[in-house]
């Protein structure tokens, strides 16, 4: 995918803060963060969101749910707690069109859409 950010990321093409990476899977630093520790974990195939997920996709996205859980306890949130979000579409506010899971923590959440 030549004009997405996030391939562009995976490929070293444009700098980010990393946290966690193997062959399957890169976390990095929002560059934006909402929180004080707002981590964004992506698949390295492109896939556009969660609507475009295909047969097979499920063991990825199990995947980064035990990266997610690692990245907790090495950084020592994992008592107190986080929150994952994933914007999907354009009702659902995504804006970067490459599948990526928000991990926030460092605050209490207070804004409860549900
Ligand atoms: P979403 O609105 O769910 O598509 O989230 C996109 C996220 O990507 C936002 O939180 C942005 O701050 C973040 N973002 C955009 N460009 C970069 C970048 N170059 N490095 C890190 N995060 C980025
Ligand atoms: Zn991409």
Redesign the pocket.
């Known amino acids: 995918m030549e004009d997405c950010?996030f391939c562009k990321?995976i490929k070293g093409e444009?700098p980010?803060d990393k946290v966690y990476e193997d062959d399957e899977i890169l976390a990095?630093?929002?560059?934006?963060p909402?929180a004080p520790i707002h981590i964004?974990l992506i698949p390295k195939k492109h896939i556009s969101s969660l609507a475009d997920l295909k047969d097979g996709d499920e063991k990825i996205i199990g995947k980064i749910y035990t990266i997610i859980n690692k990245i907790a306890k090495e950084q020592g949130f994992i008592e107190n707690g986080y929150r994952v979000i994933v914007?999907c579409g354009k009702d659902g506010?995504?804006?970067?069109m490459h599948l990526?899971f928000?991990l926030l923590a460092g605050r209490q959440f207070g804004e409860k859409i549900i």
């Open positions: 950010i990321i444009i980010s990095f630093k929002d560059i934006n909402a964004l914007n506010g995504q804006e970067v990526h928000h």
